[in-house]
């Protein structure tokens, strides 16, 4: 789906982009709802759902006006919703029912945060799509780019980031990456970030270049770090494209 929407938001050709409409709303309707891709489901997945579907969401948002001709958005609206809990940005008191807690997980984090921010801006203009930005905004904040306790994760004090109990650079990366990309989404919007949670955001990003690329600070690893190493890292993990121009900011 995702290809679909971009081939559909950049091609020219009106018959190609008719095609592309008509195929995805197949996929759509056949694909998604039919099969079980709806409001309610698990697909039989414990956790890591996120790497199956990230990517649904910016294709949901590139088609939202077609979604919105056949009278889908909404229903899109709720199944994202529903897959990406976007119902825990109502809570900021309310971490993963655990009252009090300050943290985001790191899969969560790099997964289905921007996503989740996606659930909110592919609304029509109305009250409900205000109050889910003023909340998404808030948890954000208050929550996602906020200093984790003990070994909770995801962002330090220290600018390092935690994962699976330990130091990670592969997770952090992605994890630094989530955090950014929704951070920027937001920024020049009544839905800004704190600027406290911007300053956090900075140390992470800056600890997590500097561990990377620099002489000036040893990056610590823990166990699932293990298969992200050396040069590995900076070909295929890192989006640092936008780490690097946050940093420069």
Known sequence: MNQHSFYHRFTQNNEDKAKLEDMFINLFDYGGVDQGFDVGAG????HHYSYEIREVGP?????RDVLDKHNRLDKAVDIMKWFYGFGQVYRDDLVYNVEGRIAADADDTQGLLIPRLYTAVIQKNSPEKIRDLQHFSSHFSKVTANYANALDETYKPDGTIFHHGGHTLGYGGRAA???????YLLSESSYKASPEAYQRMKKVTTTLFDCLFQDELNAPRAFSSIRHGGLLIAKTVFVYASIISFKCR
């Open 43 to 46: 697909l039989g997945w414990v």
């Open 59 to 63: 294709a949901f948002f590139l088609m």
């Open 177 to 183: 990456h989530g955090g950014i990309v929704s951070m």
